[in-house]
């Protein structure tokens, strides 16, 4: 059952009436879309953001926020201009409510509606498969998902819910650490990232 989108409401930011935001946007499409038949398939949309988001997670959008194709006996799924913008959307604005209820329904590997431990470890071995590829320091993804779970400190200790990463205030950068290599890298850069930030320019 396909769920009506989380940003067609009038909060939705105000990019999407902007003609130069909206060209953009048709471009970033239009370039994904490399067989050109106005839709994308799961092997084209894995090229966005330079192929730093993890296989799981795109697959996972497509199975959670892309409707099944007519053709192809009813197997065939490929991502139209409209649920394009529901994805760049939330990947652009994890930290709102709306953002991470897209996000955390992706994450939810069973539809279950929490994550385990397994599911945050079977999630992070994706982005830690890139980390390395990245030529990257090693890591041990049981430190990283522990540091999730005292990160949200979850209600439950057991599971993490969509309104644990709500009421946590870092549900963007757990959901960024998750389905992106940019986006741990960012998590593991943050004080080198916050000193450069703070860091007077040269006179």
């Known amino acids: 059952m396909t769920q009506t ?14 003609p130069i935001a909206s060209d953009h946007m048709i471009d970033m499409f239009l370039g994904l879309d490399k067989d050109m038949n106005g839709t994308l398939s799961n092997q084209e949309l894995r090229e966005y953001a330079d192929v730093t988001l993890t296989e799981i997670f795109i697959e996972r959008a ?7 194709g007519k053709s192809g006996g009813g197997n065939t799924r490929e991502m139209d201009f409209e649920s394009f913008l529901d994805f760049d959307l939330a990947l652009e604005n994890k930290d709102t409510p709306e953002g991470l209820t897209y996000l ?15 599911d945050v470890h079977t999630l992070f071995r994706d982005v ?21 779970w ?17 009421s946590c205030k870092q ?33």
């Open 128 to 148: 830690h498969q890139k980390w390395i590829e990245g030529g990257n320091y090693e890591l041990c993804i049981k430190d990283v998902r522990d540091e999730i």
């Open 5 to 18: 989108s989380p940003f067609h409401s009038s909060t939705s930011p105000s990019w999407i009436n902007d």
């Open 62 to 68: 497509f199975d959670e926020h892309v409707r099944r």
């Open 104 to 118: 955390f329904r992706c994450l939810d590997l069973h539809g279950r509606g929490f994550l385990t431990k397994a």
């Open 171 to 203: 549900g963007g950068t757990v959901a960024s650490m998750l389905i992106d290599v940019r986006g741990f890298w960012a998590h593991d850069n943050r004080e080198n990232l916050l000193q450069e930030e703070e860091e007077p320019e040269e006179q």
């Open 150 to 166: 005292d990160t949200v400190n979850p209600v439950d200790p057991l599971r993490i819910t969509l309104a644990d990463l709500l």
